[in-house]
C-alpha cells in the first residue's frame, strides 16, 4: 500500500513538472485558418512607411518623383535593394495564431522598440513592435500597439532604421568599353589625361606606364560610384575641402561628360579610417544627376577617400610593388569586389 502511495505521488509530482516546463514554452501552433499580417488594401495604397530599429528610425515617402527619404534630403530611396525586398517580405507575412496575451511571457519576446508603421494614402494606418524569431522558427513575434496580443507570424523580414542605408547609394554606372576619355586633376592643379579613338582599343595619354596604369585602375574602380551617406549641400567642413578637388572626369563616346568631385579631410587620429567627400555633375543640364548634386552632399566610403591624389606622382607611386619582401602586383589599394 505504501508502495502505490509513492507511486501514486511520483506520478503527480511528474506531471506537475510536466506543466511547469510547457507553460514556460510558446503555444504550438494553432490550427486555425493563417491570415495576413498586414491588410493588402494598406500595402495597395502606401504612402509612407516609418522603421525604428536598432534605437535609428527612418521615414521613407511616395512622391511624384517616387520614394524619397525626407530625412536624407529627399534622396531617392533604394527601390531594388532596400525597399522591394521589404515590401515583399509584409506582403507574405502571415499570422498563424496567437503566442500569448500573458505581459510576463510577452516582455520574454524582445520588444525593445523594434516597429514598423505604415501609412496608406487614405489616411488609414498600422503599427506593430517586432519581437525575436519564437521557438519553431517560423518567423517572428509581433505585437500589434492596439493588441493585448503577441503574434506567431512568419515574417523574417529585415528591419533597418538608419537613414543613410534606404538611400540609393549608387550615383552613376558606367560600362567599360563606353569611355572615350578621362581626365585626372589632382589637388595641385596639374592634370593627366587618357583617349582612345574606338571601342576596344587601350587608353593612352602621353605619360609614364606607371602613371597610366594607376588611372586606368583608378577608372576601373570608379565605373559605379557608391555614396556612404549624404550630409547638407552647403556643410561647412565639406564645402571648403572641395574648393581644392580631386577630380575624375569621364566622357563617353556618346558625348555625354560625368565629372566627380571629391576631397579629403585631414589625417585624424592614429587608426581612423580617413573622411572624405564627393559631388558628380553630368554634362547634360537637365540630367537627374545635377538635381541630386544640389539637393546633398556625399560622403565617401573610407576606401574611396583614400583615393584623393594630391599630385601625379602620388597617384604614381601607389603603384609602386609590396615592400618588405611582400608577394603581389602593384596595385591601387582597392577592396576586392570594387574593381
Known amino acids: 500500500m505504501r508502495n502505490r502511495t509513492l507511486l501514486f505521488s511520483t506520478l503527480a509530482l511528474g506531471a ?22 498586414v491588410p493588402p488594401e494598406l500595402l495597395a495604397d502606401l504612402r509612407a512607411l516609418e522603421i525604428t ?17 525626407p530625412s536624407r534630403f529627399n534622396l531617392p530611396v533604394d527601390t531594388d535593394n532596400r525597399l522591394r525586398p521589404f515590401l515583399q517580405a509584409l506582403r507574405s507575412a502571415k499570422v498563424l495564431g496567437t503566442l500569448t496575451s500573458d505581459p510576463r511571457r510577452i516582455a520574454k519576446l524582445n520588444f525593445s522598440g523594434n516597429s514598423i508603421r505604415i501609412e496608406a494614402a487614405n489616411g488609414k494606418s498600422w503599427s506593430a513592435e517586432f519581437g525575436r524569431t519564437v521557438e519553431d522558427g517560423s518567423g517572428g513575434a509581433v505585437h500589434l500597439l492596439e493588441s493585448k496580443d503577441a503574434l506567431r507570424t512568419t515574417f523574417t523580414g529585415y528591419l533597418e532604421g538608419d537613414p543613410a542605408n534606404w538611400i540609393n547609394p549608387v550615383l552613376y554606372v558606367i560600362k567599360r568599353e563606353e569611355v572615350r576619355s578621362v581626365k585626372v586633376t589632382f589637388t595641385d592643379g596639374t592634370t593627366v589625361a587618357l583617349a582612345r579613338e574606338k571601342t576596344g582599343e587601350p587608353l593612352k595619354g602621353n605619360v609614364e606606364p606607371k602613371l597610366a596604369a594607376a588611372s586606368e ?10 555614396a556612404a551617406d549624404a550630409i547638407a549641400p552647403n556643410d561647412a567642413e565639406a564645402t571648403a575641402a572641395l574648393a581644392h578637388p580631386f577630380i575624375v572626369e569621364v566622357t563617353l563616346f ?3 561628360t560625368i565629372t566627380l568631385r571629391m576631397a579629403k579631410a585631414p589625417a585624424g587620429k592614429p587608426g581612423e579610417p580617413p ?18 548634386a544640389k539637393q546633398a552632399l556625399y560622403t565617401c566610403p573610407p576606401w574611396l577617400a583614400e583615393q584623393v591624389a594630391g599630385s601625379a606622382a602620388e597617384l604614381a ?19 576586392e569586389g570594387i574593381r
Open 254 to 256: 556618346s558625348g555625354e
Open 16 to 37: 506537475v513538472a510536466l506543466a511547469l516546463v510547457f507553460t514556460g514554452r510558446e503555444t504550438p501552433p494553432p490550427t486555425t485558418q493563417s491570415y495576413n499580417l
Open 53 to 69: 530599429a536598432n534605437e535609428k528610425t527612418v521615414r521613407i515617402e511616395r512622391t511624384e518623383k517616387g520614394w524619397v527619404v
Open 275 to 292: 573622411r572624405g567627400w564627393m559631388t558628380v555633375t553630368h554634362s547634360d543640364a537637365a540630367h537627374p544627376m545635377n538635381q541630386l
Open 317 to 335: 607611386k601607389r603603384m609602386d610593388p609590396p615592400q618588405d619582401g611582400q608577394d603581389g602586383a602593384p596595385t591601387l589599394q582597392i577592396p
Open 217 to 226: 585602375e583608378l577608372l576601373n574602380a570608379l565605373s559605379v560610384l557608391r
